[in-house]
C-alpha cells in the first residue's frame, strides 16, 4: 500500500475527520464536520468573486453518506439511487501528488502551480485579470490579485507560492463540507472537502490529503472521485434551494 502524502500547506484535520468512498456508492462520512452549502457570487463584471453561505444540512449520523451518483431524490444525501442508476463509479484519478503533473508559473516575487485535470469550472481564475497573466506582473496589486484567485479555487487546481520562503499561500479552512452552487451558470457543483479532511477509496487507498478538494457529485466527471468541471456542460441541479434566487454583490 502507497503511502499517503500530504500537501504542502495542508494541516491534516483531527483523526475523527475521514472520508471513505463506497467502490460503487456513495461518500460516508465520518466525525460531522459541518455541511452547508456554498453559493459563487459573481462581481459587477459578472466574474466569480466571493462565496456566500446558503442553507444547513446536518451530518449527525456516524457515517453520513452523501449522493456521488447525482440521481438520488433526497440531495445532498444518498438513497440507494446509485443501484439502479446509469453512471460510472469508477475512480480513476491518477494516485500521483497534485503537483507531480503541476504545471509552474514563475513571477517576479509570487509563482503558481496549475494541475488542469482537478479544474471544477468555478472561475475565480479570471475574475480580474488572468491568474496566469497576473502571476508575471510587478506590483503590488497583481501579487494580491495573483494569491486571491489562486486562493479561491476550491478545488486547489491552482496555488500561489511565495518565491522567497517557497511556501504557499495556503488559506485556512476548518475541517468542513460545502455544496458548491453556480447561480450564474445555473448548475450545482461539487461537494467541497475543506481543511484537510481524508480521503479514501473502499480498497484502503487515501488520497493525497490537501486543503481544498472538489469531489464529483453529479456522476459524470472523468477524473473520479474529484470534479473535472463536467457539471457545468449539462447544468446538474441538485434540487436544493436558492440556485436561482441569488443576487450579485
Ligand atoms: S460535480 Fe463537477 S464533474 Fe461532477
Given amino acids: 500500500m502507497k503511502k499517503t502524502t500530504v500537501q504542502p500547506g495542508t494541516k491534516v484535520a483531527p483523526e475523527r475527520f475521514y472520508i471513505t468512498i463506497e467502490t460503487n456508492g456513495p461518500y460516508m462520512v465520518y466525525g460531522h464536520p459541518p455541511l452547508a452549502q456554498e453559493f459563487i457570487i459573481p462581481n459587477e463584471e459578472g466574474a ?9 444540512y446536518p451530518t449527525d449520523k456516524e457515517p453520513t453518506a452523501l449522493c456521488r451518483c447525482g440521481h438520488s431524490k433526497n440531495k445532498p444525501y444518498c438513497d440507494g439511487s446509485h443501484l439502479k442508476a446509469d453512471w460510472y463509479p469508477e475512480m480513476t484519478a491518477p494516485e500521483e501528488p497534485l503537483l507531480d503533473a503541476a504545471e509552474a508559473f514563475q513571477g517576479p516575487e509570487v509563482s503558481l502551480t496549475d494541475n488542469q485535470s482537478y479544474c471544477a469550472f468555478a472561475r475565480f481564475c479570471d475574475a480580474k485579470g488572468r491568474v496566469w497573466n497576473l502571476v508575471g506582473m510587478d506590483g503590488k496589486e497583481a501579487r494580491e490579485l495573483t494569491i486571491r484567485e489562486a486562493n479561491y479555487c476550491p478545488a486547489g487546481r491552482l496555488s500561489a507560492w511565495d ?20 447561480p450564474a451558470i445555473h448548475s450545482s457543483g461539487p461537494l467541497w472537502v475543506r481543511g484537510g479532511i481524508p480521503i479514501s477509496r473502499e480498497d484502503g487507498y487515501t488520497y493525497e490529503v490537501r486543503n481544498r478538494v472538489t469531489l464529483c457529485r453529479c456522476g459524470e466527471s472523468g477524473n473520479k472521485p474529484f470534479c473535472d468541471g463536467t457539471h457545468a456542460s449539462f447544468k446538474f441541479k441538485d434540487g436544493l434551494p436558492g440556485l436561482d434566487a441569488r443576487k450579485k454583490e
Fill in 48 to 56: 466569480s468573486w466571493s462565496f456566500q453561505k446558503g442553507t444547513s
Fill in 163 to 182: 518565491n522567497e520562503t517557497q511556501q504557499p499561500f495556503e488559506p485556512h479552512y476548518d475541517p468542513s463540507l460545502a455544496l458548491i452552487e453556480d
